[in-house]
């Protein structure tokens, strides 16, 4: 799949990528405090929505030693929102309708919670938003030397570090003194403490098939276009300075100077100009990928 239908962008990918796991992160954390599903749904996904704006916020950073500066401030950020003030929030929830294991008496516990969080969690964040930086990371660094591979070289990356959360979870559960000792906690809350492991890997695995799908249907195309098995498109001799800067490498760690072909719509007369003896190469010829 080419890189013109990619609708969500890298900055959008590492949004979503990051959102979900500060979701799951935060979850993890915060899931000792005595709120109902309610409160924990609420725990999840304000963490998911403030996590991605923060990942978004980092990801458009004009280097990545910047995207991980700017992910550990958003990781003090994020641990103050998630066990300060969305944790007051479930709370509140949880007291205004009378549910949850502490029946309606825990706000005062939550807002101690959110003073401690002031102190013990923004160092704790910022550590975690240092390990959360590597996607925001990524992405400034994809914006040079784009290609069409750039998308799927990103979710292999956000795959490997989703996988390295999920890890990550898991030894906190098991090793922690919660446990997922199925008499000691509810059945429910052995199933939450399992998701937060076990989520973040299941969706690393869908990235890696998307992104094997990705690679393989855009070799399928170009192999069909070379053989002549396309008749909306064509494969010509190009030089790089004859097509726009939005015309992308097919695949990763060429450069557009290293491209000599490119596929082209098999309509397009613009191809049919003699380029080398032409004063200017034509503005606007409409390449779709460009092949070495």
């Known amino acids: 799949m080419l890189d013109r239908a990619n609708v969500l962008g890298h900055a959008g990918i590492g949004r979503l990528i990051?959102?979900?796991?500060?979701?799951?992160?935060?979850s993890l954390l915060v899931c000792w405090m005595p709120v109902s599903l309610l409160g924990r749904f609420i725990i999840f996904a304000g963490s998911g929505i403030i996590g991605g704006l923060l990942a978004g916020w980092a990801a458009n950073a004009t280097t990545p030693a910047r995207a991980l500066g700017k992910s550990i401030a958003s990781?003090?950020?994020?641990?103050?929102?998630?066990?300060?003030?969305?944790?007051v929030i479930a709370t509140a929830v949880d007291t205004a309708l009378g549910i949850g294991p502490t029946e309606g008496k825990g706000l005062s516990f939550a807002f101690a919670i959110a003073l401690a969080?002031?102190?013990v969690g923004t160092l704790v964040g910022a550590a975690v938003g240092l390990a959360y930086g590597f996607v925001p990371a990524f992405v400034a660094a994809s914006r040079v030397g784009r290609t069409h591979a750039s998308t799927d070289r990103l979710l292999v990356a956000a795959a490997t570090?989703?996988?390295g959360v999920g890890?990550?979870?898991?030894?906190?559960v098991e090793g922690s003194t919660i446990g997922l000792r199925g008499e000691t906690i509810a059945p429910i809350d052995h199933a939450l403490l399992t998701a937060t492991w076990a989520a973040p890997i299941a969706i690393a695995l869908v990235l890696v098939g998307v992104a094997s799908f990705r690679a393989w249907t855009r070799h399928a195309f170009v192999r069909r276009v070379r053989e002549g098995r396309e008749p909306r498109y064509?494969?010509?001799?190009?030089e790089a300075a004859a097509v726009g800067e939005e015309s992308l490498p097919l695949v990763a760690g060429v450069t557009r100077e290293q491209c000599r072909?490119?596929?082209?719509?098999?309509?397009d007369e613009a191809i049919e100009v003699g380029y080398r003896e032409a004063a200017a190469p034509?503005?606007?010829?409409?390449?779709?990928a460009l092949l070495p």
Do not use: K
């Open 75 to 87: 990781g003090a950020v994020q641990a103050n929102v998630a066990g300060g003030a969305l944790a």
């Open 261 to 267: 072909f490119a596929v082209v719509p098999a309509d």
């Open 167 to 172: 890890l990550a979870h898991r030894f906190l």
């Open 282 to 288: 034509p503005p606007s010829l409409r390449a779709i």
């Open 117 to 119: 969080t002031l102190i």
């Open 161 to 163: 570090w989703l996988s």
């Open 234 to 238: 064509r494969v010509v001799e190009v």
């Open 18 to 26: 990051v959102g979900f796991g500060a979701a799951t992160t935060s």
